[in-house]
């Protein structure tokens, strides 16, 4: 294992979805959340957020995962922002009004 | 037996809580709370509230009942369809619990609610829908001083996080590029909101129950400054399938601009309706900063202009639309009144002020006034609770 990567889990909140990847240590929080959100076809009228299990916080979407202190073995989750009530307007809808 | 043992306790609404080591009843009975966002969510904190006896809520929503609210809101019924969410739950709140003074806004937080309030105010419970609305209360508690918890609903997870303007993330610090996107779509090239027409998230009352407890859980920790809670910054995440609950620390962001607290001291003037930007400024040249966008005509490339003061989250995208022709009207808009603006003479109420705002007055000698307000006694000195105790 180069010191450049780093292997984790990945999984959702409801631990429906979970995948072992390897990264590499400048891929930033926001590009992984891009990739999950991709890969199993997540909503795309929510947001989300990563956290980590070990450290018990949320990460900075703009932080490198090597710099925002993600280790090999992680256990990382994307976590939906949950606002309730009435979804904002798509961007295509949106145009059309 | 002696006189002193004889006791009526039937008589005491809250006798069982008295038996609670750390609770004060009369700290909740002076506490001042605002409830912004009177759904599902608010209809639950507001109801909480009410049981355990806090003494004044300010209730704000600009939404009217639907029918697909009653499956979801514990004080809303059938013969309320068409009513103001805010002025419905009132009337809800003070039916549980007679004392209390539930005050509603009908209104749109961006404009209606007074900055004064906020500031006033010991606690704001987030019972909001979109993230425009959290956006705009965010700032508004940032810049008041005070408090506020954030609660969102999903089918079978909820959340609630705790901001504050003593220290850690805001609700902005954590602004990603696809909510940024999203908040700009919610306008349209002119500044002008779009109305939002697409179906709503699915939740139920389940899951607002829950939050809804948990809001008032944390409120009672904050106004009873009882460790053990959320820490300013923290978000609760309850997972119900399978049950799960995590608590996160969030990133703050050191370049956020929501972060700043007016700074003491604030004078005081008359309520908006008495007191007009010239009266502000005085002799003195100058511009009053209201705060928000208030829109003073609207310029049809065909009929031209039309003057108007209203604010800016007030005015629809259709309602620019030209009367007489039917053409896309351009807002023109400004946040500071000047002494030569033909607005400047009119009372601030006319130009959408609200009770209790708080304007900055910028001249020769700058200064914060909070104008007073029905909603509030006149004397600055009211009696905040919890938190706020001993501040002014």
Redesign the interface.
Same mark, same amino acid.
Not at chain 1, 79 to 91: F, I, N, Y
Not at chain 2, 156 to 159: E, G, S, V, W
Not at chain 2, 196 to 201: H, K, L, M, S, T
């Given at each position: 294992m180069s010191d450049d990567t780093l292997t984790l889990t990945l999984r959702t909140?409801?631990?429906s979805r979970h995948a072992q990847v390897t990264l590499p240590v400048d891929y930033t929080v926001?590009e992984l959340?891009e990739a999950s959100r991709h890969n199993w076809a997540l909503p795309r009228?929510t947001?989300?957020?990563l956290?980590s299990e070990r450290l018990?916080?949320?990460?900075?979407?703009r932080?490198a995962l090597g710099s925002a202190g993600v280790a090999t073995g992680d256990i990382l989750e994307v976590?939906?922002?949950?606002?309730?009530?009435?979804?904002?307007?798509?961007?295509r809808?949106?145009h059309g009004? | 037996m002696s006189d002193a043992a004889f006791t009526l306790p039937d008589r005491d609404r809250f006798a069982r809580h008295r038996q609670i080591s750390w609770w004060n009843q009369d700290l909740l009975a002076r506490a001042v709370v605002i409830v912004a966002?009177c759904?599902?969510?608010g209809n639950e904190v507001a109801k909480n509230l009410a049981l355990v006896g806090v003494g004044t809520l300010v209730l704000v929503d600009f939404d009217r009942i639907e029918r697909s609210n009653l499956v979801r809101s514990a004080l809303f019924t059938e013969a309320d369809i068409g009513q103001m969410k805010a002025s419905v739950a009132a009337e809800a709140v003070r039916r549980i619990y007679p004392a209390a003074r539930a005050i509603a806004i009908a209104g749109d937080l961006a404009c209606d609610l007074g900055l004064g309030l906020v500031r006033h105010a010991d606690l704001v419970f987030g019972c909001?829908?979109?993230?425009?609305a959290r956006f705009a209360l965010n700032r508004l508690a940032l810049r008041a001083g005070t408090d506020w918890l954030d609660?969102?609903?999903?089918v079978?997870?909820? !959340?609630v996080a705790l901001y504050s303007p003593s220290g850690g993330a805001c609700y902005e610090c !954590?602004v990603?590029?696809?909510?940024a996107?999203?908040f700009a779509?919610?306008y349209s090239c002119a500044g002008l909101a779009?109305p939002? !027409?697409?179906?709503?998230?699915p939740?139920t009352a389940v899951t607002?129950s829950v939050a809804g407890a948990l809001m008032v859980e944390e409120g009672l920790a904050r106004l009873h400054q009882r460790p053990g809670g959320l820490a300013p910054g923290q978000?609760l995440?309850l997972?119900l399938?399978?049950y799960?609950l995590?608590?996160?620390?969030?990133?703050a962001?050191p370049d956020c601009c929501a972060h700043g607290v007016i700074p003491d001291p604030i004078e005081r003037a008359a309520a908006p309706g008495r007191v007009s930007a010239r009266d502000l400024l005085g002799s003195q040249p100058g511009e009053v900063d209201l705060g928000f966008d208030l829109v003073v005509g609207l310029d049809c490339p065909r009929c031209g202009r039309t003057p108007m003061a209203i604010p800016r989250s007030r005015l629809t995208?259709a309602a620019a639309l030209c009367p007489i022709c039917g053409s896309e009207r351009a807002p023109d808009w400004t946040r500071r009144i000047g002494d030569e603006i033909l607005l400047a003479g009119r009372p601030l109420g006319d130009l959408g002020v609200p009770d209790h705002h708080i304007v900055e007055v910028l001249g020769s000698r700058p200064r914060f006034v909070e104008l007073d307000g029905a909603i509030l006694p006149e004397d600055p000195a009211i009696a905040p609770a919890g938190r706020k105790e001993g501040r002014s």
């Open positions: 909140l409801d631990k926001e959340i009228d947001d989300y957020v956290r018990g916080r949320q990460l900075g979407a932080d976590v939906p922002l949950l606002e309730a009530g009435t979804r904002p307007l798509d961007a809808t949106a009004r | 966002g759904g599902a969510l909001l829908d979109s993230i425009h609660g969102g609903l999903g079978d997870a909820l !959340q !954590q990603t590029a696809e909510m996107r999203r779509n919610r779009r939002d !027409q697409a179906p709503g998230v939740t607002a978000r995440t997972q399938a399978p799960r995590t608590v996160d620390e969030l990133p962001d995208r």
